[in-house]
């Protein structure tokens, strides 16, 4: 077993850690406060083939593999969680356009999502649905001019300000079997959004509501085919549980190199903090957890790589492992920076605030239970 990464995975880490240092981590305070990322950074990702990381090359992406991914995603939470999982989501749309999307569909906008000059958000959730996903409400009717979609999307990172959205919707019974996904782009008639949420952490990506009002579809955006809408959207959840992971994970990396080089500066009774030894083991213990954190999830990772019979329940056990260990070692950073993690200036609490999204998202760590203990129950 060889957990030694390759020359090509180190270079693919290197490559985004260090465009994050140079070109995310200097504003990433600034964008918090002014909520937005601006859009001429994601072409200048998009060039760098982050637009469609795992994108078959025969359709112009990467091709690289999930833990190749996970590599890219740990590199950039370096710089900011917020922007990273911001395109998590993003490839989340590309790669069930890649997979399902006509010949057609994929023709005529993957280009464009690949180059990253079209940005793309995920609607799957609504106000009355959250864990309980196929239960959504959402109503696309069929016209001679295509569809007409109406519904209200919640929590939706990038409302409002992406340049298209993938819609799940319900075009037949109430089961999941009801449920198709669709192409909605900015600008359609009948598509609105809400006010821009005010939320704990994930400032710099614009959250709102998205507002189906007899929204005009044409018929050439259905994704796929009608009925599998859920399918395909459950389909990309493994993926993304390990990127949201991977965020976690170097974000909270960030936080201990931080607290590191501060406990080194930091001089109490006459020494540096780093220097007791109550204080050596809190940072022992914050390494440990990262490491365990980081060989759990790219072993899932290869898993999901390799088709392995048991990579979902291990995708779910290593989002409820990893993204709580990123919240625990943030906090600890907080904790061993004292009343100076408390200010903004130091980067922890910013941390903080980011990470303790990761547990609810991509499926509540609640939820990532339910999928382990039914794989158990099931294979016992």
Not at 6 to 20: L, P, Y
Not at 80 to 95: D, R
Not at 304 to 322: E, I, Q, Y
Request: hydrophobic content about 40%; aromatic content about 8%.
């Amino acid at each position: 077993m060889d957990f030694a990464l390759t020359d090509e995975q180190t270079a693919i880490f290197d490559m985004a850690h260090a465009f994050g240092q140079e070109h995310i981590a200097p504003n990433a305070r600034a964008w918090e406060a002014e909520g937005c990322i601006p859009k001429a950074l994601w072409p200048q990702i998009g060039e760098l083939g982050f637009g469609g990381l795992y994108v078959s090359e025969e359709s112009g992406g990467s091709g690289l593999s999930r833990l190749d991914a996970t590599l890219v995603f740990e590199a950039l939470s370096m710089a900011c969680p917020s922007v990273a999982a911001f395109l998590s989501i993003h490839n989340m749309c590309v790669k069930m356009i890649d997979t399902f999307g006509s010949d057609d569909l994929k023709a005529r906008v993957l280009p464009k999502a690949l180059s990253m000059e079209t940005v793309y958000s995920y609607c799957l959730t609504e106000p009355g649905s959250g864990s309980d996903a196929a239960a959504l409400k959402t109503r696309a009717t069929q016209t001679n001019e295509g569809y007409r979609l109406t519904g209200t999307k919640a929590f939706i990172s990038g409302g409002g300000y992406s340049d298209a959205y993938v819609v799940m919707c319900r075009t037949g019974d109430e089961s999941p079997r009801g449920i198709s996904a669709m192409i909605v782009e900015d600008g359609a008639e009948g598509l609105s959004f809400g006010g821009l949420e005010d939320k704990m952490g994930w400032k710099s990506q614009p959250t709102r509501q998205v507002q189906f009002d007899d929204c005009l579809v044409p018929a050439e955006n259905l994704l796929g085919e009608e009925g599998q809408g859920f399918k395909y959207a459950m389909a990309g959840l493994d993926g993304g549980r390990l990127n949201i992971s991977a965020c976690s994970l170097g974000a909270a990396q960030t936080g201990l190199n931080l607290t590191l080089d501060y406990m080194g500066e930091r001089k109490a009774f006459g020494q540096p903090i780093d220097q007791f030894q109550a204080l050596q083991f809190r940072l022992a213990d914050m390494e440990i957890t990262l490491q365990a954190a980081r060989v759990f999830l790219r072993q899932a990772a290869w898993k999901l790589d390799s088709g392995a019979h048991d990579a979902t329940p291990h995708c779910a056990m290593a989002k409820k492992f990893v993204t709580e260990a990123g919240s625990e070692v943030v906090d600890q950073c907080l904790q061993l920076h004292g009343g100076y993690g408390y200010l903004a200036d130091y980067g922890i609490e910013k941390l903080v605030r980011d990470l303790r999204v990761h547990q609810i998202l991509e499926g509540t760590n609640e939820i990532m239970r339910v999928i382990v203990a039914r794989h158990l129950l099931k294979n016992r």
